[in-house]
């Protein structure tokens, strides 16, 4: 077989070029008048109706970024502690208190929940003013 013996498998036909006067006349196929009877007219598609119904966003697109806060009732240490010992988040970490949160260690919050009567040095961690009065109360500080 030679390059000249080659056939396409399909018959070649050219596409009506509408439009172009002619022997079609003055509307050259495309009916009167008209949306698809105009030269670049389109219709628009389904989806981008569907698009246009969708209100936009409003407002701040990215969220606040938030700190890693670990908050502890005081019944938790009541359990944990003993009477006398010091307090930060890395001792809390180390005895398994709390753990890392998002691969960082996290800020310690105390908060006020249950009963509490052991003496703690607090350092560095937020407390809320029911704990601060029952670690008081208790004979505790805070720095």
Excluded at 30 to 43: C, D, V
Excluded at 69 to 90: C, M, R, T, W, Y
Excluded at 102 to 124: A, N, R, T
Aim: hydrophobic share 30%.
């Amino acid at each position: 077989m030679q390059l000249h013996q080659l056939k396409p498998n399909n018959k070649f036909t050219k596409t009506k070029r509408l439009g172009r006067g002619g022997k079609r006349g003055t509307f050259s196929g495309r009916g009167m008048k008209g949306q698809k009877s105009r030269a670049g007219a389109r219709i628009r598609p389904a989806l981008r109706d569907l698009v246009k119904k969708i209100p936009k966003l409003r407002g701040y697109r990215h969220k606040m970024l938030r700190k890693n806060v670990f908050s502890l009732n005081l019944d938790v240490l009541q359990n944990k502690l003993e009477s006398g010992e010091k307090i930060n988040p890395k001792i809390l970490l180390k005895k398994g208190i709390i753990k890392r949160l998002k691969g960082s260690l996290p800020e310690v919050k105390l908060l006020g929940g249950g009963s509490f009567d052991k003496k703690l040095l607090v350092e560095g961690c937020g407390i809320s003013k029911s704990a601060k009065e029952k670690i008081e109360k208790a004979g505790g500080q805070i720095k």
